[in-house]
């Protein structure tokens, strides 16, 4: 009897739902071994993605091209950089020649910590802070048929709930006579405001969670039903 794909996809699907579905009843060889294939399968594929969308088209190809045809520019110069760092990296299979990984490590994390902090400030703070301040725009909520009053409500809460939020992690504080370390009054008022929107906001994300990782429950078991019923 031969096989089709689609059977054997099904069939694949089945048994690895059950191995992750064993972890209900604790952890077990089953589901550790549904977890080494996953992850050997993601490295295998990010590597591979790695290697024909990155390494090889940006890096390699226009290396040998230009090396071939004898016409090295700026760009294909510039080039040998990444190609040393690499190489560099690849030093750490050494004990020896380990610490000349530093330098291209060094590097990494610098610019990764640069776009990290670019992203934060661009991508949140920057953010956040326009939309503290568009919620006091009287003119768009008019269009969206919301009161003045309405509008400044939603604008202070918005703000107020934005600066309690801020001010829970300011850690500045004064010595006491004790030894003790204690922020002013109304800091530490703010703050304590400050945990009540967080708890609400983290209570909201845990609840949208919860919610995915139980719609995905219900979506494998289906499948496994459908399954079952297809043979």
């Known amino acids: 009897m031969v096989l089709s794909l689609d059977l054997i996809t099904g069939i694949l699907s089945f048994v690895f739902?059950?191995?992750i579905l064993s972890y209900l009843i604790g952890d077990n060889p089953f589901f550790r071994i549904a977890v080494y294939i996953?992850?050997?399968v993601s490295s295998g594929y990010i590597a591979a993605v790695a290697w024909?969308?990155?390494?090889w088209p940006r890096l390699f190809f226009p290396l040998i091209?230009?090396?071939?045809?004898?016409?090295?520019?700026?760009?294909?110069w510039l080039l040998l950089l990444p190609l040393i760092g690499a190489i560099l990296i690849f030093m750490k299979v050494s004990p020896r020649l380990a610490g000349m990984a530093r330098i291209a490590m060094s590097f990494m994390v610098g610019v990764g910590a640069a776009v990290t902090i670019a992203g934060a400030v661009a991508g949140t703070l920057i953010p956040q802070v326009m939309g503290t301040i568009n919620t006091f725009d009287l003119a768009a909520?008019?269009?969206?048929?919301?009161?003045?009053?309405?509008?400044?409500?939603?604008?202070?809460?918005i703000l107020i709930g934005t600066v309690v939020t801020l001010t829970y992690f300011h850690f500045g504080a004064r010595p006491q006579a004790d030894g003790s370390m204690h922020r002013l009054g109304l800091i530490e008022m703010s703050a304590w405001l400050g945990r009540i929107f967080i708890g609400i906001t983290l209570g909201a994300v845990f609840a949208?969670?919860?919610?995915?990782?139980?719609?995905?429950?219900?979506?494998?078991?289906?499948?496994?039903?459908?399954f079952i019923g297809t043979l």
């Open 17 to 19: 739902t059950l191995l």
């Open 38 to 40: 996953f992850i050997g």
């Open 52 to 55: 024909w969308q990155v390494i």
């Open 65 to 76: 091209t230009a090396i071939m045809s004898n016409s090295m520019t700026i760009y294909e």
């Open 141 to 157: 909520a008019s269009a969206q048929n919301i009161t003045s009053s309405e509008a400044i409500f939603n604008g202070l809460f």
């Open 208 to 226: 949208g969670v919860y919610a995915a990782a139980l719609t995905a429950f219900i979506e494998r078991i289906v499948s496994l039903i459908n």
